[in-house]
Each structure stands twice: as structure tokens, then as C-alpha cells.
């Protein structure tokens, strides 16, 4: 029953509307196995058992969810018992991992708004436990705080989430700014889901984003982190990048790149980043493997680029140029996003390599071929290419290289010797990139593929 009956202040609070089975389209067919096993599970021992965000949101508009989410009244103990396959995790709030193989359905207990904020509004804490109508509260948009209810396979919806969904709004719950002020990465949140839906932003949750952009500099760079690649590697990167430009956040997080951008309206570096972004939605779509380093690498190209500029009218040679100038660039961007070494290793191969490309040309390019990055550069040399410089004889003197010499040519990032355990990258789908060898490798530190 909801809300809890035991609960003194429920009278005061909205009651929900229970959408029954009939009245949507959520299958159990739709659901999986495995979240419907965890459902099932606390269900039969006892429990309330809700799918709930983005599952149930996708599900009702017909969208194969990306993975699901389970909220429950159990206590993370008290799923831990149920589940051998569970790991508790979080600190800011305690999650139960309940994994099988590499699927993880994510179990939450219900928790209260009332969670713990600082001086500025800031969520710090939030692990009070509740029942589902205060757990409501705490989500951040109307589409996303839809529970569907495993007991009788209805939809119960205290905020409007259903007509929302069905008008294509992204809407926050309750005073839009302060909800913003909580947690700042709603911002991005609200631009990444109406871009993937196709929804619009309702006004009032609109109209404070650009204003507020500023807050997103507290969060931490390993969150924005996770929300960049969210962003960028979701299948509408284009997009995406238009509507955070669009609503004043993309210098949020990549500021050295708003700054060229905003200079040169029209010239190669806006082209360039909205080429690479294009081609990654386009690569996602057939299913092609992704890097994080590739986009980086064109994300911060154009400021890289000016400062290397810099450096060599001050008289520096232009391999050290380049060096200093992507010691700077990534620096400074890893203070905003925490990105791993071994993607921002990738842009930095991939940007020392393009002078190369140029100096070999003619020459004896089969070292240059056999490169395990020469790929992933030759694609950065034509994606400059279409956007606009002046490299198509270039281009076509290294596709035919290729062509002449198919056995020398490696695949960017299929060897890996650089001491991270080989394998794919959880993120992009890809083989990591691997760090430049400046010094020479004392033999025998390690065996394996390096030759
Ligand atoms: P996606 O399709 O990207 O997984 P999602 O809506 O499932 O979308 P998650 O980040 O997986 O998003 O979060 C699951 C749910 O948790 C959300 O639907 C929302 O209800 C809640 N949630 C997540 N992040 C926040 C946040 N920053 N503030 C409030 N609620 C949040
Ligand atoms: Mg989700």
C-alpha cells in the first residue's frame, strides 16, 4: 500500500496515481531476466519490489533500456542476504550491486529528500531510508520517477512522469534552481535526456541552466568525468554538443575548447570537433568500437594547436612545441575531467604523430605504418582533412601507402605492450591506448608481445 499508513505526515503528502497493467505498455517480456529474478526475489521474501528511472521511462516509450535499476523498502543488508552474487558500494548513498556475470542490476533502498547539504545547498549526504512516497522526492525529472510495481505490474506515478513522457517534457521535480543548486550535474542530465529522447526541456527547468552553468566547476572532475562519456559516447554526440553549446555548458567542461570555438565561428576547429562527434554517433550506430582518447584528441585539438602555435613563434623547435603545448592543454582539462591516462596518452600520440605523417610522406613511411597508433592518427589526419585544411594530397598519399604495404599496417591499439592488462576498455569498447616509450626498456622486465 502507498503510502505507508504508518507514516503520521502521509496524509499531508500528494497521493500517487497507480497506472494499472492495463493502462500501459510495460511487458515483462521487456523486462530482464536478471532484474526480473531480483525483483521476484524481494518480492517473495517480504519486500516492496519497484523497476524504477530510466528503465521504466524507456520502457514506456517502447526503448530497449540501457540497464535497470531496482528500489526497494529492504535495507542494504538486508538485500545483501538475499543476493550471494552482491556487493554493497557508495558512500555518499549505499547501493547493492547484485551482479550476474557482467550484467548488475542496481538495487536502492527507498531514501527521504531530507538528505544532508552544506552552506551552499549541496547534497553531502543522503542515505536516510524512507518508504517509496519519499523516495519519489529525491529523483531528478518527472520522466525518471516512475515505479513500476512487480506486485500487480502497475506504474505508480506521484509527480506527473506519465504526461510528461507522453508530451516529450523533461521536467524537474519540485523548484527547478534549487534542485540545480543540489547537485549540479542535473544541468547536464537535463541536456543529455532531452537530446536521447527527443524531449524539450520544460521552460521553468530551462530557463535557470545557463545561469547556473557555473556551479558544475565544485563538482568533482572524476563525476564530470563519467558524465562526459555518458554525453559523448551515447549515440547523439552531435547533438548533444550543439545543446550543451547551445544552453551555455560546454565551457563548463571543456573550456580551452569553448574559448576557440567562440573565436572561430566558422573555421576549421568548430567543423572539426562537430566532424569527430558525427563520426562517433555514426561508428555507435553500426556498432563499431569507440575511443574516448580519439575524441579528446579532436575535442582539445584546436587550442593544443594555438598554444603550440605560440611556442613556436617564441622560437621553439615544433616537436617541443607540441609536447609543451599538450602538457598544458591536458592538464589543465584533467583538473575539470578526471580522464585516465590512458586516453589522454592516446591524444598525445595521436597529435605528435600528424607532423610526421607530413615529414614521411615520400619517405620511408613503413615504420610509420606498422605503428600500433598510426591508425587511429591516420583517421585524425583525415577527419582535419573534412574539415576543412588543405591535406587532401596527404591523405591520399597515406591511404595508398596502406594499400601498397596491407601487411605492415596494424590497427590502432590492437597491440598492447605498455603493462595494462590487455583487453577491452569497459568504457569505449576498445583496446586502451598505450603510453609513448621514450626510454628504452630494460630487457626482460617483461615478457609477453612487445618485439
Ligand atoms: P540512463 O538511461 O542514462 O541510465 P537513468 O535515468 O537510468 O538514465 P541513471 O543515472 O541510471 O539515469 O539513474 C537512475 C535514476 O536515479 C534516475 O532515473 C533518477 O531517478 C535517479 N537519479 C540519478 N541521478 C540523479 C541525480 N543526480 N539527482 C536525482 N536523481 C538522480
Ligand atoms: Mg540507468
Redesign the pocket.
Known sequence: MFPDPTDKISHLKPRPQIIPRSDHIISREAISENALKVLYRLKNSGYQSFL???????LLLGRE???F?VATNAHPEQIRELFRNCHLIGRRFRLAHVRFGNDII?V?TFRTAHHVSDVEGR?VRDNVYGTIDDDVW????T???LYYNIDDFSVVDYVGGMADIRAGVIRLIGDPEL?YR??A??LL?AV??AV?LGFRIHADSERPIAKLALLLEEIPSARLFEEVL?LFL?GCAEQTFEALRHHGLFGALFPETEIVLGREESGFPQTLVIHALRDTDQRLAESRPVTPGFLLAALLWSPMRAQAADQVARGLAEPEALELAADAVISRQIARTAIPRRFTQMAREIWEFQPRLLRYMGKRPQRLLAHPRFRAAYDFLLLRNRAGEPLQELCEWWTAAQKDMPTNVVDAGAEDDDGEPPGTDADSGETPARPRRRRRRRSGRRGGKAK
Open positions: 524504477v528511472g530510466g528503465s521504466v521511462r524507456d533500456p540501457k540497464d535499476d542496481e536502492s547534497i529525491r529523483r531528478d525529472f520522466a525518471n520517477a534542485r543540489e547537485d550535474v542535473r542530465r543529455r535526456f536521447k555518458k551515447g
